[in-house]
Nanobody, 124 residues
Framework: QVQLVESGGGLVQAGGSLSLSCAVSGRTVRRLTVGWFRQALGREREFVAFISWTVGRTDYADSVKGRFTISRDNAKNTVSLQMNSLKPEDTAVYYC?????????????????WGQGTQVTVSS
């Protein structure tokens, strides 16, 4: 079983940067996919990025590609999301999610564990 604890949300001006962190605990880290999702008010929860723990494979939504970077620190059991060139459209609650298994996916329905969410607000 995996538990996720998020930190790093806050308020930032458009064009600025913010870094989110996800602390991962549990016994299935070696075959774990960790993803970031976001949900704006009144909108459906959408995929942002994922990273595989064992291989380091990454994937990004087109809306954040080139601006956001997902990374992992296996020794510290943490996953980070570095967000640069932030836009007001990035305003949302950001969720860290975990999935056990050997395959990776963008689908939120296939993730097994979720953090509590952290608010990111980008002002214009």
């Amino acid at each position: 079983q995996v538990q996720l604890v998020e930190s790093g949300g806050g308020l930032v001006q458009a064009g600025g940067s913010l870094s989110l962190s996800c602390a991962v605990s549990g016994r299935t880290v070696r075959r774990l996919t960790v993803g970031w999702f976001r949900q704006a008010l009144g909108r459906e929860r959408e995929f942002v990025a994922f990273i595989s723990w064992t291989v380091g494979r990454t994937d990004y939504a087109d809306s954040v590609k080139g601006r956001f970077t997902i990374s992992r620190d296996n020794a510290k059991n943490t996953v980070s999301l570095q967000m640069n060139s932030l836009k007001p459209e990035d305003t949302a609650v950001y969720y860290c999610a975990g999935r056990t298994g050997y395959s990776n996916t963008r689908s939120k329905e296939e993730y097994d564990y979720w953090g509590q969410g952290t608010q990111v607000t980008v002002s214009s």
